[in-house]
């Protein structure tokens, strides 16, 4: 027998001879052994010592076999339970084993063998109902630890998501500046030169030698430099304000009816400075009253990373790539077609791409993030799907298809 020291049994039975022999017999064998002369007795000291398996006889003064089986299975259906009794009482015995006895042994025990046999049978059977059940414990522990872990993760994701959101805002804030540097400048150059102009007219006005050719010269100059001012001055508030809407969508979580042309082409607006002073160019094509319902944010983070990764990634050595926007409707559905022409993935790269943390550029400023916030955007925020297709040398292609007005589910 495996190990037994330290391990308790209970024999409950009322003919003291039998308890004697079969705690005599188990004693040699290391258990420790505990006996009780009927079944209330027995019931005590079940309570009392807590044995890790019990030997119990049918027929008791006080209380019979059958109660002490069914109070033991009540308190714990774990611990095995052998009944000892007489040839006589086949249907006792039979109740018994429905009742939850683990065994059966049929007195006066003629050969010791059995009850070994019957006692080493339980214990494994019982080792393995224990282990089973310590494997189910360590599992739901494991599965705790991992709603933990992922819960962790997400959380850790959706801060990531956040600050990559607040990184392509500060991008913006950069390219709203430097956007409008240009018509600003252009306006006060305008008004220095109207005001040097205006010193110069006041001098000769009061020095009373003003001719009419001067006057005329003066108003001419007046006219084409406020000309001048205003044109600028509108262009730069035109910028603001699409600016304006641009880094509200993205920094919100809105939804509202937008026209899908007008709100790409200032997303572009923004991203001007990004590719200004490069060969590169991007065009789009979209149907120009196309309206829809929809997270204008999520268009500008899409495609925010998808022209910085065309840029990046895939107009590495080129000098004239060209992006192409092409977008139409099909039925209800949005179909929003981006390519460009660069140096396109392998097949390898393409199956990770939608990754996070996916990156070629780790350790030169790629997080890898990019493509798996497009990719979650597209399929949580639009409702909708994306699919890549790219060799290499020949540029990628992201076709997205979504609903165009967004529902609640
Ligand atoms: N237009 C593209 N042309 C070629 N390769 C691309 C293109 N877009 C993405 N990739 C590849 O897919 C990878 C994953 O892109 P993703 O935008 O997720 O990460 P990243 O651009 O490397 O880093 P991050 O966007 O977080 O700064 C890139 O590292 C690049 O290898
Ligand atoms: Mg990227």
Same mark, same amino acid.
Request: glycine share 6%.
């Given at each position: 027998?495996?190990?037994?020291?330290?391990?308790?049994?209970?024999?409950?039975?009322?003919?003291?001879?039998?308890?004697?022999?079969?705690?005599?017999?188990?004693?040699?064998?290391?258990?420790?052994?505990?006996?009780?002369?009927?079944?209330?007795?027995?019931?005590?000291?079940?309570?009392?010592?807590?044995?890790?398996?019990?030997?119990?006889?049918?027929?008791m003064p006080e209380m019979d076999g059958l109660e002490v089986l069914g109070n033991v299975v009540e308190k714990n259906s774990k611990i095995p339970i052998i009944i000892v009794s007489g040839a006589g009482n086949i249907s006792d015995t039979v109740e018994a084993l429905r009742l939850? *006895?683990?065994?059966?042994?049929?007195?006066?025990?003629?050969?010791?063998?059995?009850?070994?046999?019957?006692?080493n049978k339980a214990f494994e059977r019982s080792g393995l109902i224990e282990q089973?059940?310590?494997?189910?414990?360590?599992?739901?522990?494991?599965? *705790?630890?991992?709603?933990?872990?992922?819960?962790?993760?997400?959380?850790?994701?959706?801060?990531?998501?956040?600050?990559?959101?607040? *990184?392509?805002? @500060?991008?913006?804030?950069?390219?709203?500046?430097?956007?409008?540097?240009?018509?600003?400048?252009?306006?006060?150059?305008?008004?220095?030169?109207?005001? *040097?102009?205006?010193?110069?007219?006041?001098?000769?006005?009061?020095?009373?030698?003003?001719?009419?050719?001067?006057?005329?010269n003066y108003l001419q100059t007046v006219e084409e430099v406020s000309n001048s001012v205003l044109i600028n001055m509108e262009r730069a508030a035109e910028l603001i304000s699409s600016f304006k809407q641009v880094a509200v969508d993205q920094s919100s979580e809105n939804r509202r009816i937008f026209n899908l042309?007008?709100?790409?082409?200032?997303?572009?607006?923004?991203?001007?400075?990004?590719?200004?002073k490069t060969g590169h160019t991007i065009t789009v094509k979209c149907d120009e009253d196309i309206e829809i319902n929809s997270f204008p944010g999520a268009f500008s983070q899409i495609l925010n990373n998808l022209?910085?990764?065309?840029?990046?990634? @895939?107009?590495?050595?080129?000098?004239? @790539?060209?992006?192409?926007?092409?977008?139409?409707?099909?039925?209800?559905?949005?179909?929003?077609v981006y390519k460009d022409d660069g140096a396109g993935m392998e097949e390898k790269q393409q199956e990770k791409a939608f990754d996070p943390f996916y990156t070629t550029m780790r350790g030169k400023g790629g997080t890898g993030l990019g493509m798996s916030i497009v990719f979650n955007l597209v399929t949580q925020k639009l409702n909708g799907g994306i699919d890549l297709q790219s060799s290499p040398g020949n540029g990628v292609c992201f076709t997205m298809k979504f609903p165009e007005n967004w529902k609640d589910n």
């Open positions: 027998m495996d190990d037994t020291s330290g391990k308790k049994i209970l024999v409950i039975d009322d003919e003291i001879y039998i308890r004697d022999s079969v705690m005599g017999f188990l004693e040699d064998y290391g258990f420790e052994v505990f006996e009780a002369e009927n079944g209330r007795i027995g019931l005590e000291r079940f309570n009392e010592v807590e044995p890790d398996l019990v030997l119990c006889d049918l027929r939850g *006895a683990w065994d059966y042994i049929i007195k006066p025990i003629q050969d010791m063998n059995v009850l070994y046999h019957a006692v089973k059940y310590q494997y189910q414990k360590d599992l739901e522990k494991a599965n *705790a630890e991992l709603k933990i872990s992922l819960e962790t993760l997400e959380r850790a994701r959706d801060q990531l998501v956040q600050s990559e959101k607040m *990184a392509a805002l @500060g991008g913006l804030v950069a390219g709203v500046a430097h956007e409008i540097n240009t018509p600003v400048g252009v306006g006060v150059t305008a008004a220095s030169f109207l005001d *040097a102009k205006t010193k110069e007219f006041k001098k000769v006005y009061s020095s009373g030698e003003l001719k009419r050719s001067e006057l005329e042309n007008e709100y790409i082409n200032e997303i572009l607006l923004s991203l001007r400075p990004r590719y200004k022209i910085m990764n065309s840029l990046v990634h @895939g107009f590495k050595e080129i000098n004239n @790539g060209e992006i192409s926007i092409n977008i139409s409707k099909d039925k209800d559905t949005i179909v929003f």
